[in-house]
Structures are given as C-alpha cells and as structure tokens.
C-alpha cells in the first residue's frame, strides 16, 4: 500500500493540536496552539501542521476530530471521543501501557488498555473542574504565574500548604488567603499539586491501578503533577514526549484504521 | 357500534389522564384527597376508594415539560437548598405558587409517606405537613440488609398498614371493605405480572420496544397497579411486544446495534438529548430496575408487608447489584450507562460503587454521566455525548474482535 496520509485533530477547550501520520507508522508533522474550540486555533493547527510537512488539505486522506470540539471541528471528515484516541495514542508511544491517565483542560479521564492497547474500560471526572487543567491555570493566575512556570517551583518545595477544598472556586480563595498569610510559593503549589492528584488518583484506583501507568494530556508536561500522582497511586508513572499530542496521534490512527478497513 | 382496538400506549395515556381527572373531580364534590409517595402500598387507598395523587410523578411532568429549572429556582428562593431532590423542590414551589403551567394536582388533605423509595422523602412530607397544615401518614419501611423480609419485620409494617387504614377511615369518613380489599390485591397482582411480562420482553434480541417507553409507561404501573383497567392495559402492551418480538420486528426506530442497561431515574429535563445520544447511536435499553421496582408480588396480606419492604431502593447494596447483574445478562447488555442522578442521595451515593462492582461481575463497558432528574442544570451534554460516543466505540469493537 502507498504512503496513506491521515490527520488527527485534538480540538480541546484551551488548546488545538493537530498531527499526521504516515500510513499509521511515522509521525509526519504536528502543531498546536494555545486556542481551543470556538476560536481560530483549530484552522491555525491544521494550517501549520500541513505547513511543516509541505502538504496541502488534499493530500490527506482522512481527517478526524477528537476533543470537546471535535463536532464543530472545520473539514473533519469524522469524530472520535477522545477517550478512544487517548488509549490509540498512548499504545502508539508506549506499547506495553495498561492505564492511561488524560488530564486535559476541563477534564480528567482514566482508561484501561488490555495486553493488545484496546479500550476495554474508562473513568471520567464529573461535572466539577476541580483535578483539571483549568484548574491548575486558575491557580496560576492568582499566584501571577504561567502554567509553565508551576513544575520549577513545586521541585523547589521542601514542605507542602496543603489546599484541602475540592471545589475550583473554594481553592482559589483558599490559595488567596494562604498568600496572605505569606506561606512559601513552592508549598503553596505543592499543595495544589497534591490536590489534582488527590482527586485523579481516586478516579485512577475505582478503575483499577495496573502497571504500566502512562499519562497524556496537557499537564503531563507538569512534572510537579506528576510526581504527586505517582505517590498517590504508588507507581511509577511513564510521560511520553508527545504527550500533549497523543489525543491528535490517537484520532490520526483512527482515520488510518478507517482507511485500511475500507480497502 | 364496533369500537376501535386500541394500542397499549394510548390506552395507558388515557389512563394516566383519567386517574388524574378522578382525583380532580373527586377534589370538587368536596371529598378528601391525599398526595401519596410512589411506593406507598396503593392497594389500602385503592380498596378505600380514597383518591390520591403522586408529587414524584408531577416532578418527572414538569421537568419533561421544561418547568423544572423554574420551579427548582423558586423553591432556592425560598431557602430550600440546591442539593435536594428536585422532585421536592418543584413540590415546595408548587405548594407555595399553588399553580403550576405545566401540570397542577388538587392540593392535599392529608399526605401519605412510605420511605421503601427514599428515606430523606420523610423529611420532605414532614416539611409539606408543616407548610400546609394537614396530617401526615407514614408507613417506614426497615431496611431489608438481608436476602428475605422477616416475621419482626412483617409484624412491624402489618401494624402501620392497619393504623394507616384507620387514622384515613377518621380523617376521610371511608371504610375499609377488607372483601374489596382482597379484590384489589388480586388485580394488583394481575397487573405487576402483566407488568413483568411485557418487560421481559426486553430479553428478546431486537428487544421489540425501546426501552425509553418504559420511563413513560412505569407512570400507570405506579399510580394505577390496582385498578382492573391497568391490568388489562398492561397485558394488551404484553401482548403487542410479545407478538413484535414473534415476527422479530421493533418499535424502536432504526437497527437495535447495542444493547445497554440504564441505570437511574431518567433525565426528564433532558429526554431528548439522553435518547437521542443513544438512539442515533443504534443503542437501546434493554435492561433497567424499573421492571421490579412497579411490581409488588405476593399472596396474601404478610407477604403483602413483605413485598414493599423488597423493592429496590429499599433492599441491601448486594441485592440491588444482583438485580442488576442478573437483568443485564438475562437481557444481554453490550454496555451500560449510569446516570449519577443529583437529586437522588439513595442512589448517587452508592452509584461508584454499583458502577465498579458491576462492571467486574458482568465484564461489560460503562460509563457514568452527571444529570438530574427533574433540574436541567445538572446536565452538559456535551460531557453526555462524549461519554456515549466513547462506549459506543468499546462496544463497537468488542463486537469487531467477537465476529
């Protein structure tokens, strides 16, 4: 079979990645912008993405959404959920992942891989924003912080201010007044740190912790998160480099694995 | 003049409007009319000839209706807290509006309480006794932590039902006929197991209904199981899925792909979107509690006792999970989907559990999904519809990896 070019497209709710795959086996080019659905990040994705590879629109085969936007999402021939691309995405960088733990902008998923990288079950946060991305960036602003900056300082903390409201808004004043008392910023964002853990770890555990743990999504890059989570569950937590682009991956090898069921 | 045969579910909705307009019409000539709790033993109002009328089954109307959000707003405004039930919360603001756009019942001269369906429902009455000033009857139920209901238990609720009937024989000025008593039970039982067999026909592969039909029909299997037009309309229905499932057909609209189990009350506020996510998907119910939930078997007047110390939402977690279990594979379920209700403390706090335990008894996917049942606030379906797609795409590939 000739080179199959398929691209997925990540439409989340703050951010817009977009990858593609080369007849499911090599990663051509990706991209992302700090824009999610509803703004111009997801055309400025796709834009890139075929920029960098020297491609136009045309010579993908196939384009799948996955993501919150992901119905919305422009010239996307199909959807995926997210779920099933994150679990792609994840046996993709990592073959031998069992549990894949997603924390993206407005919500955390837990997924079960079988010994094959199939789906076979998932968790979901509930409705609250509370152990998301979102909630890590509302903490930011109030330290007057970037998101970025978080993992750096929480390797500084040699204690921890634990945060022990569960509620986003609650936190938030929580870290106000903690900030007044004058606590140490690392503690503080320890403490944050510990609370997104916290409350993904349960999640992670009424699903049933089987090593390897991988974890994807946007604050997989915050290496503070992660650490928290690793003592929670007490493993060890692999981060593959594409992280933040295994919803994108995952959703490119579903467009392939379409093609390839219809020849 | 020859009548017209008539399908089960416009007989049942004529049913539903004719039970309604008795209590109204029953209100008007002056005589007593009470509201009574879902699960209350029917068969004691019924044999008195007492009309009641259900607040639970109004709060799934106005919530269908698109009332829900006001009525659960207004009763906030009074100082009733967002986390209660937003069937009582549409019933404290129908009780202080006294008119609802929606759908109105005859306010009450007495109420009737039975805590086999909630126990915070207790307080609910006690509240609504208060606000209205009538007298309140309640039959407790204890809770079953066992297999089977016994004697000290049967001895307990046998003494509530015969004061039950005679604090009602005071406030209403009826009697108890305890010959037509034995006539109710009997058609009570006539129409719990018509009821059972034309839910059982969701075993059938199609199953020959959509199971949202259900979330409707419960409505007559609650408020009129003891009346002889129930029983037979519930055996026409009986009749009409049997003979669907013959000829292999369905009213479910499309190809039945995936079979699921619905776990919870349905999100009356948010039906069409909760049926369309499925339907759309070629995912139908064919498994849910409400097949036993409506359906009270027994013999005589201790096993009557018995019986609604059994349902569901009364009974121990280990029997409320076999029940599940036992439903999803009798009716062959792909997957299931759990609906972590926010009105309903009986169920949301256990639902991670449920979810968790039947997930590993029976192997099959799930998914939980945030709602309500009568307060539309609780609901994105954007969440829904992710949650869905993602378990449509588990099951799809089950179904790949099976053939």
């Given amino acids: 079979m000739d080179d199959v070019l398929t691209l997925g497209m990540d439409v989340g709710s703050t951010t817009s990645k977009c990858l593609i795959l080369r007849s499911g086996a090599e990663i051509a080019a990706a991209a992302l912008i700090p824009a999610g659905t509803g703004t111009s990040g997801p055309r400025r994705a796709l834009e890139e993405a075929l920029d960098k590879a ?43 992942a069992r549990t894949v733990v997603d924390i993206g902008g407005q919500d955390a998923k837990a997924l079960r891989l079988n010994p094959e990288g199939k789906l076979v079950s998932f968790l979901m946060n509930d409705k609250c924003a509370a152990g998301t991305g979102r909630f890590l960036e509302v903490m930011a602003r109030v330290l007057e912080k970037e998101v970025s900056d978080l993992a750096e300082m929480d390797a500084q903390a040699t204690g921890v201010v634990p945060i022990s409201s569960t509620c986003t808004v609650f936190a938030e004043s929580e870290v106000i007044s903690q900030l007044a008392k004058g606590v140490s910023l690392p503690e503080l964002v320890k403490g944050i740190h510990m609370s997104v853990a916290v409350r993904t770890a349960s999640l992670v555990r009424r699903l049933g912790v089987t090593a390897p743990v991988v974890m994807t999504g946007g604050v997989a890059r915050n290496a503070g998160v992660v650490r928290a989570l690793e003592k929670e569950l007490d493993t060890p937590i692999r981060v593959p480099p594409l992280a933040q682009l295994a919803g994108a991956l995952g959703a490119a090898i579903y467009g392939w694995e379409h093609v390839r069921e219809k020849r | 003049m020859n ?6 579910k416009s007989v049942l909705r004529a049913l539903q409007d004719r039970i309604a307009q008795d209590a109204w019409d029953a209100k008007n000539r002056g005589e007593k009319v009470g509201w009574c709790a879902s699960n209350f033993p029917q068969e004691i109002t019924t044999a008195m000839g007492i009309p009641v009328v259900y607040p639970e089954n109004m709060g799934a109307a106005v919530g269908a209706k698109g009332g829900g959000r006001r009525m659960c707003e207004h009763a906030e405004g009074l100082g009733y807290s967002a986390d209660l039930c937003s069937y009582a919360r549409i019933n404290f603001s129908y009780a202080d509006w006294k008119e609802c756009p929606e759908l109105e019942i005859p306010f009450p001269d007495f109420l009737l309480c039975c805590n086999n369906i909630c126990n915070c429902m207790i307080k609910w009455y006690e509240n609504l006794a208060l606000e209205l000033d009538v007298p309140l009857i309640l039959i407790d139920i204890p809770h079953l932590d066992g297999e089977a209901c016994d004697e000290d238990r049967v001895k307990y609720i046998r003494a509530q039902f015969d004061d039950c009937i005679a604090q009602l024989e005071a406030i209403t000025g009826k009697r108890m ?71 292999g057909k369905s009213s479910f609209k499309g190809e039945e792909k995936y079979r699921i189990l619905f776990e919870g009350i349905a999100c009356w506020a948010n039906l069409r979107a909760t049926y369309k996510g499925l339907q759309s998907r070629g995912i139908n119910l064919t498994a849910t509690v409400y097949g036993p939930a409506f359906s009270f078997l027994y013999q005589n007047l201790d096993e009557l006792m018995a019986a609604y110390a059994q349902v569901p939402n009364c009974a121990c977690f280990e029997h409320e999970l076999e029940l599940r279990v036992h439903d999803a594979l009798k009716n062959k379920v792909d997957g299931a989907v759990f609906h972590m209700n926010r009105s309903c403390k009986n169920w949301s706090g256990k639902l991670y559990e449920l979810e968790r335990q039947f997930r590993v008894k029976t192997g099959v996917p799930t998914v939980i999904f945030d709602g309500d049942q009568s307060d539309p606030r609780c609901f994105s379906e954007a969440q829904y519809e992710t949650r869905i797609q993602a378990l449509t795409e588990i099951m799809e590939a089950n179904k790949k990896e099976a053939r």
Wanted: hydrophobic residues 40%; proline residues 3%; negative net charge.
């Fill in chain 2, 3 to 8: 009548e017209e045969k008539r399908d089960a």
């Fill in chain 1, 54 to 96: 020297g491609l136009k629109r045309e010579d993908v085969a196939v384009v799948t959404a996955t993501g919150y936007g992901r119905a919305t999402c422009p010239g996307a021939d199909h959807t995926a959920s997210e779920l099933s691309c994150h679990a792609l995405g994840a046996h993709f960088l990592i073959p031998e």
């Fill in chain 2, 177 to 247: 006929d305890y010959d037509r008593l034995t006539e109710v039970m009997a058609v009570s039982q006539r129409s719990s197991r018509a009821w059972l067999r034309a839910v059982g026909a969701m075993e059938h592969v199609p199953s020959p209904f959509s199971g949202f039909d259900i979330f409707n029909n419960m409505a007559v299997a609650c408020v009129g199981r003891g009346t002889v037009e129930a029983a037979e309309a519930f055996e026409l229905l009986a009749e009409e899925y049997e003979a669907l499932a013959k000829e």
